[in-house]
């Protein structure tokens, strides 16, 4: 669908922290928009959204991946004290209830997604696709919006057909670069702990993430950013240096057709407008 350039809205994107200390990420306009995740302290959240420029009372809605701590932790606040709507599949929404350090009640807040089942919050049309992991279940977001779609995808175990088929369509890519093979095999971490990040079903490496971009790039794919890495087992630029090969092998000019950027686990990260 082609829109008139007057009538089309400024959108933003920023991480407001993406690793195992916690996750959430803001989409929006000026006039409305949605968290997804919710690992980040609520002071810390608004502390960001006012450094952009959005009003916290603009937040329609919080989608959930999963319900690891690291995602949920003030999913309660959200929805309990806030009554934003909280979004997930019916089993996400079962381990929330189950996690004992979250403490949220969402009567009032919870709302129910299906698999594949498109469904609207304000400008945008949003689908769930499944994610391996070894949560209770995992779920990426496709999101489209006017002539745009933008695709979450973190916590990822292996990639799959599912996972190709959503991100190959995305104009802008948050996708999870966790670890460097080398640096998780010579660290310290127990075998069983190496195991559980490598075996399929844990994280995605810095090789396998650089491979799927490199796979899926297209002149439409205009951002890409690099979550949830390591911090005992990566450093942000292993991570982009080898999705950056993996570019360039395609053609792809960084800086120009395509910007490239790994997210930082403590950080507000640059605003991103498009």
């Known amino acids: 669908m082609q829109y008139d350039l007057f009538t089309q809205h400024k959108y933003k994107f920023f991480s407001l922290g993406s690793g195992s200390s916690g996750n959430c990420y803001y989409l929006g306009s000026?006039?409305?928009?949605?968290?997804?995740?919710?690992?980040?302290?609520?002071?810390?959240?608004?502390?960001?959204?006012?450094?952009?420029?959005?009003?916290?009372?603009?937040?329609?809605?919080?989608?959930?991946?999963?319900?690891?701590?690291?995602?949920?932790?003030?999913?309660?606040?959200?929805?309990?004290?806030?009554?934003?709507?909280?979004?997930?599949?019916?089993?996400?929404?079962?381990?929330?209830?189950?996690?004992?350090?979250?403490?949220a009640n969402l009567y009032q807040s919870k709302r129910?997604?299906?698999?594949?089942?498109?469904?609207?919050?304000?400008?945008f049309s949003i689908m769930a696709f499944d994610v391996p992991h070894d949560s209770i279940e995992n779920v990426?977001?496709?999101?489209?919006f006017e002539d745009q779609t933008f695709v979450l995808i973190t916590d990822i175990g292996r990639i799959t057909d599912t996972i190709r088929e959503h991100a190959s369509r995305a104009n802008h890519l948050v996708?999870?670069?966790?670890?460097?093979?080398?640096?998780?095999?010579?660290?310290?971490?127990?075998?069983?702990?190496?195991e559980r990040i490598s075996n399929g079903t844990g994280h995605l490496s810095n090789r396998l993430s650089a491979e799927f971009i490199g796979s899926i790039y297209n002149e439409n794919l205009k951002n890409i950013w690099l979550c949830h890495l390591s911090q005992d087992n990566n450093k942000p630029e292993i991570a982009f240096k080898a999705v950056e090969e993996a570019l360039i092998s395609t053609g792809a000019e960084i800086g120009k057709g395509i910007r490239l950027?790994?997210?930082?686990?403590?950080?507000?990260?640059?605003?991103r407008e498009f």
Do not use: M, W
């Open 261 to 271: 950027e790994a997210l930082s686990r403590y950080k507000v990260s640059g605003l």
């Open 30 to 103: 000026n006039e409305s928009g949605i968290l997804i995740d919710a690992g980040v302290g609520i002071r810390n959240v608004q502390k960001a959204l006012r450094e952009y420029g959005v009003s916290f009372d603009k937040i329609k809605a919080v989608l959930v991946t999963h319900d690891h701590a690291d995602h949920i932790k003030t999913v309660g606040c959200f929805g309990d004290k806030y009554n934003i709507p909280i979004y997930a599949t019916e089993t996400v929404h079962l381990g929330i209830q189950r996690n004992r350090g979250v403490q």
């Open 140 to 144: 990426g977001y496709r999101i489209e």
């Open 175 to 194: 996708i999870e670069a966790n670890y460097d093979e080398y640096l998780l095999q010579a660290g310290r971490y127990p075998y069983y702990l190496k």
């Open 112 to 123: 129910v997604i299906v698999k594949e089942t498109p469904f609207v919050i304000g400008d």
